[in-house]
């Protein structure tokens, strides 16, 4: 099955600060991309796509650089409600569906 | 629409029992995906359906394991018989298919014992 890397922190951030991960995929095929926000012992639930030529979603930006195979999420101002899981996920295209990332572990500190 | 609906929300098992996991999809949604989370493993894919047609079952760890949809609105998964390794979270999610992604439900956490 194809992989998903991601830095599994923790990430431990000032509130107030600007934070950002990176995520790199094995499958040069892949055709969508998603960032996953999952809460301690709860569902992942989807935060946002990310299209090809980046796209913002009021403090979250998300980019992706299919030459290099990454895609990145970036939080500005971060709040103490940010703290959670962040999960990269690709759809590998076909009948192959969506394969996480192991996440990103974010602790957002006051 | 209520989202993703699993049940149980908890099961503890003996080992050797049989356990049967429970998922409504989102009305509409033409894909049903079942996922296992570990803290050693993360998200894995078990298997999912396409309008009630099993479509990939290669990660579904062993024959104990099996997975059925017999209508749109309903689906199974289940271990026979259980094993403390199949401890885990399991995860139903649905989608209507494209670029959309997945809505999950809220898990059944699984602790055999």
């Known amino acids: 099955r194809k992989e998903v890397e991601q830095d599994p922190g923790p990430f431990n951030v000032p509130e107030g600060a600007t934070v950002a991960f990176n995520c790199t995929y094995s499958?040069?095929?892949?055709?969508?991309f998603f960032w996953y926000r999952q809460d301690c012992r709860k569902e992942p639930k989807l935060l946002m796509s990310v299209y090809s030529s980046g796209n913002e979603d009021g403090r979250f930006t998300a980019q992706l650089n299919r030459a290099s195979q990454y895609i990145s999420l970036l939080i500005r101002d971060s709040k103490l409600s940010d703290s959670a899981t962040y999960l990269c996920?690709?759809?590998?295209?076909?009948?192959?569906?969506?394969?996480f990332g192991k996440g990103t572990h974010l602790i957002i500190q006051p | 629409d209520a989202g993703v609906i699993q049940s149980p929300r908890h099961e503890v098992t003996e080992m050797g029992q049989e356990v049967t996991l429970r998922c409504k999809p989102i009305?509409?949604?033409?894909?049903l995906f079942w996922y296992r989370q570990t803290m050693m493993r993360g998200l894995e894919l078990l298997i999912y359906f396409n309008n009630n047609v099993p479509i990939d079952d290669s990660g579904m760890p062993e024959d104990r394991f099996s997975a059925k949809m017999p209508n749109a609105s309903f689906s199974t998964l289940k271990i026979q018989p259980s094993e403390p390794r199949d401890s885990a979270v399991y995860f139903c999610?649905?989608?209507?298919?494209?670029?959309?992604?997945?809505?999950f439900g809220s898990g059944t956490r699984l602790t055999v014992v």
């Open positions: 999610a649905s989608s209507p298919g494209g670029d959309y992604g997945y809505t």
């Open positions: 499958n040069s095929a892949s055709q969508s």
């Open positions: 009305s509409g949604h033409d894909y």
């Open positions: 996920v690709v759809n590998g295209g076909g009948a192959d569906g969506l394969t």
